[in-house]
């Protein structure tokens, strides 16, 4: 792979730095979170959906108004050092 394109589907959600203003509704999400996780499908890994990953940036279920996926888990450093 030598390049990727993300593009954010502002048409269905919202996207915000500032998810904890206090001006966060149901459909805006982060888009430093977001935009980690889309890394890691660029990086060439999977959603994943067992609630134990829930944490995990690479966790197929994104909560709005949340950034705690904008840091790697511990599954997601493994899995990056198991690959690369
Ligand atoms: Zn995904």
């Given at each position: 792979m030598i390049q990727?394109?993300?593009?954010?589907n502002t048409t269905d959600y919202?996207?915000?730095y500032t998810p904890g203003d206090?001006?966060?509704?149901?459909?805006?999400?982060?888009?430093?979170s977001i935009l980690t996780?889309?890394?890691?499908?660029?990086l060439?890994?999977?959603?994943?959906y067992d609630p134990a990953?829930?944490?995990l940036t690479m966790s197929g279920r994104v909560?709005?108004?949340?950034?705690y996926l904008r840091n790697?888990?511990?599954?997601?450093?493994?899995?990056?050092r198991e690959r690369y």
């Open positions: 990727a394109d993300i593009r954010f919202d996207f915000t206090g001006d966060c509704d149901s459909n805006d999400f982060d888009v430093i996780h889309e890394l890691g499908h660029v060439g890994f999977d959603d994943l990953n829930r944490y909560n709005n108004c949340t950034t790697l888990g511990r599954g997601d450093v493994l899995g990056l």
